[in-house]
């Protein structure tokens, strides 16, 4: 070919020419590598390299899509990105437009787990029939969830609202992580030895598959399985859901849903005794008017006027014993009021929260999340989080100190 017949393309018109091969050839491809060099700049499109031990290439993700993300992107993470090859014509450098992007691995963790929901399945963990009911009046209930997170803050928050009567029993565990299967089975396990409880609570919040991993574990489901306290699995929003929805005997789509089904409301329960206060205060009136009436037909009957005086009598000592007994209802009333608000300051007074109001406090491991009892537990730690009524703190513990009451002895001592 000549010089003259020699075709020339702008740089402009062979990107378009490489462009179009590209999305022709590569309109859907699946790329695994790991993530390098993350943007996510103000528009909210995701930009990021996808490299493997040889190679690289740019991968960007338009907002619209990023939007769909369901697991937090960072540098280093392995992912599978899916969608189609394009030319930027304005560097002259090809790109994957990704579509969707999920965790390698993914697709291997949903697989075993449908595997494992058939299994359990087969085996009667998810039947109807061994579901048991909630009780209405729990006297003690379990929460088995971190000590830090905002499901123990929701749940807290509603119990002290609708039943501050009941004693909760706090378990902290971990809720996402290799340990946290083991603790949740552990939590499960010592609640169920004790014999005193009556409901629990196995809860956290949202996540992706990932976070709520171990509430997938075969462990928990059969720690669920095997409890022999109700269990109301209350793990992530509405739309997540678990294995450990599906053994527990009442699954609550949020810890606040959780909380509201295992405990009554006090409002509720004292409009219900003052409806049958009412009630009970009609038929004693209309029992009475009823009598009247019959006394009443009695003495003006003719065959019964010759004892008219006797009939008098007899009405007279009705209206004292009706009397009495408008008297006695009062009392009865009133004493049944005096009796609620007996009942209604033993609930202010058995506030959980009240404890931590009078200067107690809770201290658990900085690092585990695992409640601290004892003062060498608290050195080997170093850092802990303390909590109060209001709120937590963290602290840093340099070694144990003599208790007061000793310090005390001694002075008197000299």
């Known amino acids: 070919m000549s010089f003259a017949e020699e075709r020339v393309f702008s740089v402009a018109e ?10 022709g050839e590569f309109s859907f491809v699946a790329i695994a590598g790991e993530v390098s060099n993350l943007r996510v700049p103000a528009s909210g499109h995701v930009y990021f390299k996808l490299k493997d031990s040889a190679a690289q290439i740019s991968v960007v993700c338009f907002r619209a899509d990023a939007r769909r993300l369901d697991f937090e992107m960072e540098d280093g993470a392995l992912v599978i990105a899916r969608g189609n090859l394009t030319l ?3 560097q002259g450098s090809y790109q994957l437009v990704a579509r969707v992007i999920e965790p390698a691995g993914r697709g291997d963790l949903e697989r075993a787990l449908r595997i494992l929901v058939a299994r359990l399945r087969e085996e009667g963990l998810f039947d109807a029939a061994r579901k048991r009911p909630l009780p209405r009046y729990p006297s003690r209930l379990a929460i088995i969830t971190s000590p830090t997170g905002a499901a123990i803050r929701d749940i807290l928050s509603t119990i002290e609202r609708r039943f501050p009567c009941v004693e909760v029993l706090v378990v902290p565990v971990q809720v996402q ?8 089975v552990c ?11 009556d409901v629990v609570i196995l809860g956290r919040g949202g996540g992706s598959i990932e976070d709520l991993s171990a509430f997938n574990h075969e462990g928990v489901a059969r720690a669920i399985h095997r409890c022999s306290v109700p269990v109301i699995s209350a793990v992530g929003h509405e739309t997540d859901v678990t294995i450990a929805d599906f053994v527990a005997d009442v699954r609550a789509a949020t810890p606040t849903m959780a909380a509201e089904i295992a405990v009554p409301s006090r409002v509720e329960l004292f409009g219900q005794l003052s409806a049958l206060e009412q009630r009970a205060a009609a038929r004693l009136a209309g029992g009475i008017d009823s009598s009247r009436r019959r006394v009443g037909a009695l003495v003006r009957s003719y065959a019964l006027g010759q004892v008219r005086g006797r009939i008098e009598h007899a009405m007279q000592r009705l209206d004292h014993a009706s009397q009495r007994v408008v008297r006695a209802g009062h009392m009865a009333v009133n004493d049944r009021r005096a009796r609620e608000g007996a009942f209604a300051a033993r609930l202010n007074g058995l506030n959980p929260r009240d404890v931590l109001r009078r200067g107690y406090a809770v201290c658990t491991s900085a690092s585990s999340g695992e409640a601290l009892t004892s ?3 608290a050195v080997r730690e170093g850092s802990v989080h303390i909590v109060f009524h209001d709120g937590a703190a963290s602290a840093s513990v340099h ?3 003599a208790p007061a009451a000793h310090k005390q002895e001694a002075t008197h001592g000299r």
């Open 187 to 197: 939590a499960l396990d010592a609640v169920s030895a004790r014999g005193d409880v």
């Open 375 to 377: 003062v060498p537990d």
């Open 88 to 90: 930027y014509d304005a």
């Open 399 to 401: 070694g144990a100190v």
């Open 14 to 23: 062979i990107n378009a020419l490489v462009r179009e091969l590209l999305e």
């Open 177 to 184: 992580g290799d340990a946290a299967p083991a603790q949740i």
